[in-house]
């Protein structure tokens, strides 16, 4: 019985030193979740094999004094929302983007224009997540969506920024610094 103690008493020592080692790593919490996220999936694909690769970004023409827009083909200048499965390039993130804005930012050609260069690769899903965690006055004026957007750019796929602030206290991820460093983290 004694001798059982005392491995107990060791084992609990043991922990204790290695807890407080562990945690004197500088390892933010978001990172710590971020590593999480992107764990599981690696888990599972060690398990049943390589995952389906993501749809790559519609590529646009490069920009010109002509066509300063650049709308995806096939489509008009105020790209109408795109309804298919293609992860919402551009057509759902114009529409995100408008929602925000007063009705008034969205009504013409060059304002249209402006939405759609904003919008160049970047997800409709994503930029009404990362504005739905904000205040409703920190996400409604031109600069600010267009600072969203530009977050926003080339991330496809919004479901680890929804994760990390799932884990997060609600006031860990409502200012578009702490969504910026979340959504750089999950790129």
């Known amino acids: ?78 790209c109408p929302p795109d309804n298919g499965g293609g992860g919402g390039f551009p057509g759902r993130c114009v529409e995100a983007v408008c929602k925000q804005l007063s009705r008034f930012d969205c009504d013409d050609k060059d304002d249209m224009y402006e939405v759609t260069r904003a919008c160049r690769n970047v997800s409709g899903p994503c930029v009404t997540s990362i504005c739905s965690r904000m205040s409703r006055f920190s996400c409604d004026e031109k600069l600010e969506v267009f600072e969203v957007a530009n977050i926003c750019r080339g991330l496809v796929d919004v479901s680890c920024i929804d994760y990390v602030c799932s884990r997060l206290s609600r006031f860990d991820c409502d200012e578009l610094s702490e969504l910026r460093r979340i959504a750089l983290q999950c790129r």
């Open 1 to 78: 019985m004694r001798n059982l103690l005392s491995v107990l008493v060791i084992l609990l020592l043991l922990t204790t030193v290695d807890s407080l080692a562990a945690s004197s790593v500088k390892t933010s919490k978001t990172q710590q979740l971020v590593d999480q996220y992107y764990a599981a999936p690696e888990l599972w694909a060690s398990i049943l094999g390589s995952p389906p690769r993501p749809l790559p970004p519609e590529d646009y023409p490069p920009d010109s004094p002509g066509n300063p827009g650049n709308p995806p083909p096939n489509r008009p200048p105020n």
